[in-house]
């Protein structure tokens, strides 16, 4: 059984960083694309970032490019988002995927497994 735990979420002060974590279980996705979407109160999900199999490529949302970045440690089946400058507008429920693709890019059809979400809540 696939399961993905994401962990590192909290309340931060504007400015402030925060480094989420999703670890992978159930099978290795090293090979294979991940990804977080988020989604704020009354909002749909949307694209945060994605890194393909082996972490060569990576994607941003336009909002969060050159303060986030995500990365892997294949070893660990274990993908990071590292979220600095925080704004309050970053607030919300993270989450990550797991792709079958070599990578799911943007699209979140893209992604077979979800974990269930961490909180980020970035106050002014």
């Known amino acids: 059984q696939v399961q993905l735990v994401e962990s590192g979420g909290g309340l931060v002060q504007a400015g402030g960083s925060l480094r989420l974590s999703c670890a992978a279980s159930?099978?290795?996705?090293?090979?294979?694309?991940r990804g977080w979407f988020r989604q704020a109160p009354g909002k749909e999900r949307e694209f945060v970032a994605a890194i393909s199999g082996g972490g060569g490529i990576t994607y941003y949302a336009d909002s969060v490019k050159g303060r986030f970045t995500i990365s892997r440690d294949n070893a660990k089946n274990t993908v990071y988002l590292q979220m600095n400058s925080l704004k309050p507008e970053d607030t919300a429920v993270y989450y990550c995927?797991?792709?079958?693709?070599?990578?799911?890019?943007?699209?979140?059809?893209?992604?077979?497994?979800w974990g269930q979400g961490t909180q980020v809540t970035v106050s002014s």
């Open positions: 995927g797991a792709s079958s693709l070599f990578s799911g890019g943007s699209r979140d059809g893209s992604y077979s497994y």
């Open positions: 159930g099978r290795s996705f090293s090979s294979t694309g």
